[in-house]
């Protein structure tokens, strides 16, 4: 099994909600300071979260930040 896919399974539904909320308030932020912040939320693997979020289509990966998405049912 993966690293990677070790991190991604042991994210909780909570830490999900918590980087959910967090992005809704700031829709597009720059990677490192996602990372900080997350951390400073109680998020204890901020990148296997944001990394679940990337993958369920919530955030997208920009420049250097991640942005809120919008419309995700407009997405192809």
Excluded: H, W
Excluded at 2 to 18: A, D, R
Excluded at 25 to 36: D, K, L, P
């Amino acid at each position: 099994m993966s690293i990677n896919l070790i991190y991604l399974m042991s994210v909780s539904q909570k830490e999900i909600e918590i980087a959910i909320d967090y992005f809704k308030t700031y829709v597009s932020v720059g990677e490192i300071i996602a990372t900080i912040d997350l951390k400073a939320r109680g998020v204890s693997n901020p990148q296997a979260v944001i990394s679940k979020l990337l993958e369920m289509g919530i955030i997208e990966r920009g420049e250097g930040c991640y942005n809120l998405v919008r419309n995700p049912s407009n997405k192809k």
